[in-house]
């Protein structure tokens, strides 16, 4: 109740993780955690589907939709009658995208 | 540590131009290999720079030239680090490594941060390997590792990263103040791997959130000044202000999870005092003055709840698919909250301009 945080769509396949525990290293919320044969997922809920971990996980043991939660560029998106979850509309977006003329929507990590 | 790098004010400038120092560091030494020098002092220049980048100021204008930087005095065996040609990223990791002799490459991320420009994959793959051959990368430096900021990895792919350029990526922490640390055994503790969103972040967004809405806002309060009278024209500039810069300070102590209902629940408090001046008028029958009470409690909680759910993309932890069940669940209640208030609103200001109240 209350929270629409629940939920995400990142899927680990234990039997295909080889431990290298890459995703442990760029995850920043600590979803993963390492265990006796594989990495193992201790915070799910916390991941915000940023697809570090499946872009670096080498045998593809991780999956998950990635992609900017950011209601003002999705809600842009719709009223332009794009596709919400294309991300062709989110922070960072070149002059052409959903976010108009402003390169970048203020996500909150400039300074990293 | 090579400091001699003319960091001139007066010559600095926050666009990419062909032989002009930007904003980044002192950037006249430009090596016949293409190399440029820099240094770890944050000038005044360097300051204001930041500062205009903070109120959203030349949004587009605050870059690094790409390319690779020597800080101080490498060798051949110096380590490599990564960044986006964002002049807040680019001098948060040179600022970060004053006393340390090293290479900065300099990725064209279009002048966005390191962050988004990986999600958005212009800090990406392509771009380092790119960037990794056209400054001859392998000719300067004798190992074959680069270390690639954590929060750099949702563009990044090590293993084709490996495969298309022979370098390995090392993943540093994710604030470069803790490089110092990190370099002592280039091994990050589970604290330099997380994310945070402390009060100090959340306060330096501010002035970007209130530019947003800057505009609409001043329109609203102004025609509401005329229509209405101060009291709503104070309640407009109350809503835009509880969720641009209230809301921000206040996210982790307002209770329940999601964004909207912290706005409903920010927005409720704000509309109160308003909802009693305007139910305690004098000379009102007892439908107009409820009617009027009404509007506050259900326009300022409803736009205070849409500024915060626009909040979601300045924060470090919202999901998309956590944003789109936020939508999908609150807008369209916003959006009838809204349009109740809006009408009731203006059936009060038909019957004060027809006499019936």
């Known amino acids: 109740m209350l929270d629409s945080y629940t939920e995400t769509t990142l899927i680990l396949e234990p039997d295909r993780c080889i431990n290298c525990r890459r995703c442990t290293q760029v995850c920043p919320h600590a979803v993963f955690a390492e265990g006796p044969d594989h990495v193992v997922l201790a915070r799910p809920a916390s991941c915000m589907e940023c697809g570090a971990c499946a872009l670096n996980c080498p045998v593809q043991a991780i999956t998950v939709q990635s992609g900017v939660g950011c209601a003002w560029a999705m809600i842009s998106a719709a009223l332009r009658g794009k596709d919400m979850d294309s991300g062709e509309c989110s922070c960072g977006g070149a002059d052409s995208t959903c976010c108009g003329t402003s390169q970048e929507q203020s996500c909150g990590c400039e300074e990293k | 540590m090579d400091t001699d790098t003319t960091n001139n004010p007066a010559r600095c400038t926050c666009l990419s131009e062909p032989g002009v120092p930007t904003c980044g560091g002192g950037t006249d030494n430009v090596s016949k290999s293409g190399t440029r020098t820099t240094d770890s002092i944050i000038t005044p220049a360097n300051r204001l720079d930041h500062f205009l980048a903070?109120?959203?100021?030349?949004?587009?204008?605050?870059?690094?030239?790409?390319?690779?930087?020597?800080?101080?005095?490498?060798?051949?065996?110096?380590?490599?680090?990564?960044?986006?040609?964002?002049?807040?990223?680019?001098?948060?990791?040179?600022?970060?490594?004053?006393?340390?002799?090293?290479?900065?490459?300099?990725?064209?991320?279009?002048?966005?941060?390191?962050?988004?420009?990986?999600?958005?994959?212009?800090?990406?793959?392509?771009?380092?390997?790119?960037?990794?051959?056209?400054?001859?990368?392998?000719?300067v430096v004798s190992h074959k590792k680069i270390i690639v900021p954590q929060l750099g990895a949702p563009g990044i792919s090590w293993p084709e990263v490996l495969r298309l350029s022979g370098f390995s990526v090392e993943y540093g922490p994710v604030r470069a103040r803790d490089l110092p640390e990190y370099l002592k055994t280039h091994t990050a503790t589970p604290a330099m791997r997380r994310v945070g969103f402390p009060i100090r972040d959340r306060i330096v967004l501010i002035p970007v959130e209130l530019g947003h809405v800057a505009l609409p806002a001043l329109v609203a309060t102004v025609a509401l000044l005329f229509l209405a009278g101060p009291v709503?024209?104070?309640?407009?500039?109350?809503?835009?202000?509880?969720?641009?810069?209230?809301?921000?300070?206040?996210?982790?102590?307002?209770?329940?999870?999601?964004?909207?209902?912290?706005?409903?629940?920010?927005?409720?408090?704000?509309?109160?005092?308003?909802?009693?001046?305007?139910?305690?008028?004098?000379?009102?029958?007892?439908?107009?003055?409820?009617?009027?009470?009404?509007?506050?409690?259900?326009?300022?909680?409803?736009?205070?709840?849409?500024?915060?759910?626009?909040?979601?993309?300045?924060?470090?932890?919202?999901?998309?698919?956590?944003?789109?069940?936020?939508?999908?669940?609150?807008?369209?209640?916003?959006?009838?909250?809204?349009?109740?208030?809006?009408?009731?609103?203006i059936v009060l200001g038909i019957s004060r301009l027809v006499g019936m109240i």
């Open chain 2, 232 to 345: 709503a024209a104070l309640a407009a500039l109350a809503a835009v202000t509880a969720g641009t810069a209230l809301f921000p300070v206040l996210l982790p102590f307002i209770p329940t999870q999601d964004f909207s209902t912290k706005g409903y629940i920010l927005g409720g408090l704000v509309a109160i005092p308003f909802a009693a001046a305007f139910a305690s008028a004098p000379g009102l029958p007892g439908w107009a003055t409820t009617a009027g009470a009404l509007v506050p409690l259900l326009i300022i909680p409803a736009v205070t709840a849409y500024l915060a759910l626009n909040f979601t993309g300045s924060t470090t932890f919202t999901s998309r698919t956590g944003v789109k069940k936020e939508i999908f669940r609150y807008v369209p209640v916003m959006a009838l909250m809204a349009g109740i208030g809006v009408i009731l609103g």
């Open chain 2, 54 to 139: 903070r109120w959203g100021v030349n949004r587009e204008g605050h870059r690094v030239e790409p390319g690779l930087y020597r800080l101080g005095n490498p060798g051949h065996d110096s380590p490599v680090f990564a960044s986006a040609n964002y002049t807040l990223s680019y001098d948060a990791l040179r600022s970060a490594l004053a006393g340390y002799d090293a290479f900065i490459l300099v990725l064209d991320t279009r002048g966005i941060n390191v962050w988004c420009a990986a999600g958005k994959g212009t800090f990406g793959t392509e771009e380092l390997v790119r960037r990794i051959a056209v400054t001859g990368l392998a000719m």
